[in-house]
């Protein structure tokens, strides 16, 4: 990985972020969003992932994170490619997914013009981590997380949006950040 900047710092909290491709707008379908979800909660109970917040956004998603034990940036490496596979196959399988010709050749072409990938590039390279190094650091980037659809036009506040820590049933487990 030719990263300048990586998730290896041990056990800091990081601000991370995940791109789709092209900016595809892949999680508008709650097939897609339950198996990018799916994965992120096995990272919690079997990889070491800690989340103090997150928002996932129609094509990208925003995590502040750290791994109890281990390389984040390894844990974040293996989640990518996990899920590219899996949304991928979702992706040419849904039977209601009116995108899929021209969701799967893009991210084909995308993958063809990659060093790193064979056929299919789902993610973007790099999940471009900040440290967060300050309690005032963490806050601030936990409130552009939380405000991102409020900035969207998504909804008009942040507790409104599901697929976000700012909501109080949201799908995933916190680690004690709120």
């Known amino acids: 990985m030719s990263e300048t900047r990586k998730a290896n710092v041990e056990e800091a909290i990081y601000f991370v972020t995940l791109t789709v491709d092209g900016w595809v707008d892949v999680f508008t379908r709650k097939e897609l969003v339950e198996e990018l979800l799916k994965s992120i909660r096995y990272c919690q109970e079997h990889k070491g992932l800690e989340l103090f917040a997150y928002v996932i956004m129609s094509n990208h998603a925003h995590f502040v994170m750290r791994r109890s034990e281990g390389s984040l940036a390894d844990l974040l490496r293996d989640l990518k490619s996990f899920t590219a596979k ?11 997914e009116s995108r899929r010709e021209w969701m799967l050749h893009h991210f084909n072409r995308a993958g063809r013009t990659s060093a790193q990938n064979k056929e299919f590039a789902f993610w973007k390279k790099g999940s471009h981590p900040i440290v967060l190094y300050t309690p005032a650091v963490m806050d601030q980037k936990v409130k552009y997380i939380h405000m991102n659809p409020v900035v969207s036009g998504v909804v008009s506040q942040p507790e409104h949006y599901l697929l976000s820590s700012a909501h109080e049933d949201g799908p995933l487990v916190l680690n004690g950040y709120g």
């Not at 899996?86 to 209601?96: E, F, W």
């Open 86 to 96: 899996q949304l991928l196959q979702l992706i040419a399988t849904l039977p209601k």
